[in-house]
C-alpha cells in the first residue's frame, strides 16, 4: 500500500507554528491501494454518510410518491449554507409532507456560507431549523416516516426504524456489520455512526462504481448533485467549489470535526480524510492535496490551489506565513 503524505502544517515566518496530523484511506474498486497514518481509524462519519441515508426513501418509492425532484434529492444530501434558496426548498419538502420547521428534530445555528449569513443578517428575521445545514436530510427522513406509516415524532432517534434503515445501507455499501457499528448522536440529533477510514472510502467507491455501471438509485443521487452543486453545499463552499471546478467529475461530501469522503466515478476510486483534530483548515487542504496525488487535475485550478497553498495574513492584512500541506 502506497504511504501518502497529507499532514498540513501553518508557518508564522520560517517556523512551523502548528501541524494537523491527517489520516486517510484510498480503495479503487474493493481495494484498499493507498493511505495516510492509519488507514484503519475509526471515526465518526458525520455528514458524508447523507448519500446513502436517502437510499432507503427513493428504495421504497417514497420519494416519488411525493413528486419530489432533483432539488429535493440534492438538498436531502447536503450539508447547505443555509441561504435562501435552501431554506426555501426545505420548507417546500415539509409542506408536500403538511408538516413545518417544528417538526424538525434539527436546531437552528447560523448560516454555514458567507452569503447565506449576511442575507440572514440583512432580513432581520429569526434564525430557524430550516436554517440548520442538515434540514434537507431531515425533511427527507420525515418523509420516509411519512410514506411508510410509521410516526414522525421521533423519527431521529437511534431506535426509529428510519435511523435503522439508514444504518443497514451505510452497512450494506461499506461492508461493517450493523451489530458492530458503534452508534452514536450527531450535531444535528440524528444518529450517526462509527467506521474505519477505509470502509468509507469502500462505500464511495462502490457507489462511484454503481454511478458508472448505471445503477439507477446512485445515478439519481450523482445527477441530482451535479446538477445542483449550490444545493449540495452553497456559494464558495468547498463541495460545490470542487463539483463546479471539476465539472461534476469529483463528488466530495463533508463530515463535522475533519472528516470528508470523496468519489471519482469514473475511476471506481473513493477516499476518506480525517484530520485528527479536526480543524477544518487542514480538512479542505488535504483532500485536494490527495486529489493532487491521484493525478484527478492536468493542472489545478485557481479556486481549488487557494485550499491547497494560502496565505496567513495579520489584521493588516499582510502576509506572515502560509497553511500547505507537508511532505513530511
Same mark, same amino acid.
Given at each position: 500500500m502506497r504511504q501518502l503524505p497529507l499532514d498540513v502544517e501553518v508557518t508564522r515566518g520560517d517556523t512551523v507554528e502548528s501541524?494537523? *496530523?491527517v489520516h #486517510? #484511506?484510498?480503495v479503487e474498486g474493493d481495494q484498499l491501494i493507498a493511505g495516510a497514518r492509519d488507514p484503519h481509524l475509526v471515526t465518526m462519519w458525520r455528514s458524508c454518510a447523507k448519500p446513502f441515508q436517502v437510499m432507503p426513501l427513493l428504495v421504497s418509492g417514497g420519494f416519488d410518491r411525493l413528486q419530489w425532484g432533483?432539488? =429535493?434529492l440534492a438538498l436531502a444530501c447536503a450539508s447547505h449554507g443555509g441561504e435562501p434558496e435552501h431554506v426555501e426548498i426545505a420548507a417546500r419538502m415539509l409542506g408536500s409532507l403538511g408538516l413545518e420547521e417544528g417538526d424538525l428534530a434539527c436546531g437552528p445555528h447560523e448560516p454555514l456560507s458567507g452569503r447565506g449569513a449576511r442575507l440572514w443578517r440583512?432580513?432581520? &428575521?429569526?434564525?430557524?431549523?430550516?436554517?440548520?445545514?442538515?434540514?434537507?436530510?431531515?425533511? #427527507?427522513?420525515?418523509?420516509?416516516a411519512h410514506t411508510m406509516g410509521w410516526p414522525t415524532h421521533g423519527y431521529q *432517534?437511534? =431506535?426509529?426504524?428510519? &435511523?435503522?434503515?439508514?444504518?443497514?445501507?451505510?452497512s450494506c455499501w461499506s461492508g461493517v456489520p450493523f451489530d458492530n457499528m458503534a452508534v452514536a448522536v450527531d450535531g444535528c440529533s440524528a444518529?450517526?455512526?462509527?467506521?474505519?477510514?477505509?470502509?468509507m472510502a469502500l462505500a464511495y467507491a462502490r457507489l462511484g462504481a454503481a454511478i458508472e455501471s448505471g445503477? =439507477?438509485?446512485?445515478?439519481r443521487i450523482a445527477q441530482a448533485i451535479r446538477a445542483h452543486p449550490t444545493l449540495v453545499g452553497g456559494t464558495d463552499r468547498f463541495d460545490t467549489v470542487l463539483l463546479q471546478?471539476? &465539472?461534476g467529475r469529483v463528488i466530495a461530501k463533508v463530515g463535522a470535526e475533519g472528516v470528508h469522503t470523496v468519489m471519482i466515478p469514473e475511476r471506481r476510486i473513493g477516499f476518506a480524510v480525517k484530520v485528527e483534530d479536526g480543524a477544518v483548515r487542514a480538512q479542505h487542504a488535504a483532500v485536494v492535496a490527495m486529489l493532487q496525488m491521484l493525478a484527478v487535475f492536468p493542472e489545478l485550478p485557481q479556486k481549488l490551489a487557494e485550499y491547497v497553498q494560502r496565505p496567513v495574513k495579520n489584521t493588516r492584512g499582510e502576509k506572515v506565513g502560509e497553511l500547505r500541506v507537508s511532505g513530511e
Open positions: 501541524r494537523h *496530523r #486517510a #484511506a484510498v432533483p432539488e =429535493e440583512e432580513s432581520g &428575521q429569526p434564525l430557524t431549523r430550516l436554517h440548520n445545514n442538515c434540514s434537507g436530510k431531515h425533511s #427527507a427522513m420525515l418523509a420516509r *432517534r437511534i =431506535e426509529h426504524p428510519v &435511523q435503522r434503515a439508514c444504518l443497514g445501507e451505510v444518529a450517526v455512526m462509527a467506521l474505519p477510514l477505509d470502509r445503477d =439507477e438509485v446512485p445515478v471546478e471539476t &465539472q
